[in-house]
């Protein structure tokens, strides 16, 4: 079987820039190191930091003193403010992309713009931006979001960095229809955009594709929604121990890509199963 690997895979810029920030912070403060939710929504990467000692809280109400890690998605403002009034050492691991958004969001509003931030209303990275937005910013993940909108004389814009850039334009296209003056920023991370784009072209040359990633994992979901279009033989799986040998009866091709939070570890896992079955010629493409 031959394997066919996506150029751009696994930990983006950001995510190993926070991983990297958890690990020299581990070594270098006295106390208690937490993050503020898992670094990466990845179970294997959490288990790795909790062996430095560093331990994953969900609410800044379980941490009572110590140092507080913001991770990669970013946070309200209110919640930087409320660490520091707790007393608690802030480290933000904020993706300097993603503090981007937060700032554009912040100056559109600012500028006396209705506020849309385009993404999923549950995701951090989202209730971060919306933050950071101020008062009266709205969320819309789909076209209907936007036919439900009022008019506004004046909308600014800003997408979740992972979305995919088709569906944020069509986005952009019908917000046109619901304002006199419309500013539109492109704020889908480039990572994200090079990653799918080479899921999309591994997943055309091959009969059965996967994807690593967990399905908590926003990226790692688009990933696979990306590649199922193309390939409907597309399987998301979080660790290797997922994968099931009846995907690949007759296949001759494997394709594999990895959202940002999937480390190297568990792509080497998946490339090494079944004990070297998939390893007869690998090429990244
Ligand atoms: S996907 Fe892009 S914006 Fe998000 S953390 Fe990674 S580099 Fe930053």
Avoid at 10 to 25: D, L, N, P, Q, Y
Avoid at 36 to 58: R, Y
Avoid at 202 to 219: C, F, K, P, R
Avoid at 257 to 285: C, F, H, L, R, Y
Wanted: aromatic share 4%.
């Amino acid at each position: 079987m031959k394997i066919l690997i996506a150029k751009e895979l696994g930990f983006c810029f950001g995510v190993k820039r926070a991983v990297k920030t958890v690990e020299e912070t581990a070594a270098s403060v006295n106390g208690q190191v937490y993050t503020l939710g898992p670094i990466v929504h990845n179970d294997e990467v959490v288990t790795q930091m909790q062996s430095l000692g560093v331990w994953a809280k969900d609410a800044l109400d379980e941490i009572d003193a110590g140092t507080v890690i913001i991770r990669a998605h970013g946070v309200p403002p209110e919640t930087l403010d409320a660490a520091r009034d707790k007393g608690l050492r802030v480290v933000d691991g904020t993706c300097p992309l993603v503090i981007k958004v937060q700032q554009l969001a912040r100056a559109l509003h600012d500028e006396g713009y209705q506020v849309v931030i385009y993404g999923a209303p549950e995701h951090p990275e989202v209730i971060g931006i919306v933050g950071w937005a101020g008062a009266g910013a709205v969320v819309v993940q789909s076209l209907e979001d936007v036919a439900a909108l009022p008019r506004h004389k004046k909308i600014g814009v800003v997408s979740q960095t992972t979305k995919i850039p088709a569906d944020y334009q069509a986005i952009v296209g019908a917000l046109m229809g619901k304002c006199q003056e419309l500013r539109a920023h492109n704020t889908i991370c480039n990572a994200t955009a090079q990653r799918q784009a080479a899921a999309i072209e591994v997943a055309q040359q091959v009969d059965v594709m996967l994807v690593i990633g967990e399905a908590h994992s926003s990226n790692s979901r688009r990933l696979a929604e990306v590649c199922a279009q193309v390939n409907p033989r597309t399987h998301r799986i979080a660790t290797a121990d997922e994968l099931d040998s009846a995907w690949f009866t007759g296949a001759e091709k494997v394709g594999i890509t990895a959202g940002a939070s999937t480390p190297d570890s568990s792509i080497e896992k998946v490339i090494a199963w079944p004990n070297g079955v998939m390893q007869s010629e690998i090429a990244q493409v």
